[in-house]
């Protein structure tokens, strides 16, 4: 390995240091309460340093959004293999509730918190295009299929997508305290049921 290569391999390796205290931190603390300084203390570096990686904590927090979305998409893309469209569309439904109820403070980081998208200024959101890309192409083979009719492919796939992140997040947000707690999940469960059957009935 030259010397390039090893300097290139070793700031990776410094990188993702970074990004693994940070996540330590943010996940035991929340993002709100945890500083550059704290993130330094937990790698015992100074805080000098994380500033060569990271211009800010909006861009650290940017970096461990796109950890995220990696995380999220791979638990997506197995379920491409899946024959029939809309039970591809139904099981990617149930991972992204899954993912959200097993990592909510990451799903905060990337569908809910600003400071993540300070960071992309006018740049695309790559990760977000692709999470979605995803989405709109199981649609569009659903509409192939004959199981929706032909909609607007965007359209239809914001409307499902907002759809299941709506009482997902009400359900991370503590927003049901209508229901009683130790019925929450089960309706929860029932609701995306019934918003399937509902779009495999009407759309």
Known sequence: MGIVERKEREREEMRQLILDGAQKLFLANGFEKVSIRN???EIEYSPATIYLYFKDKNELLFALHQRGFVKMIGEFLPLQLLTDPFEK????????IRFAVENPELFDLMFIMNAPMDTL????????DQAFGLLMSVVQECMDAG???KHDVQSTAMMIWSSIHGYTALFLRKRLGM???????????????LFCETLKRGL
């Open 39 to 41: 993130i330094a203390d």
């Open 89 to 96: 569309l139904v099981e990617m439904g149930r991972s992204y």
């Open 121 to 128: 200024d006018k740049k695309d959101w790559v990760e977000g």
């Open 147 to 149: 199981i929706f009719q």
């Open 179 to 193: 229901i009683p707690e130790c019925d929450r999940q089960s309706v929860m469960d029932e609701a995306f049921n």
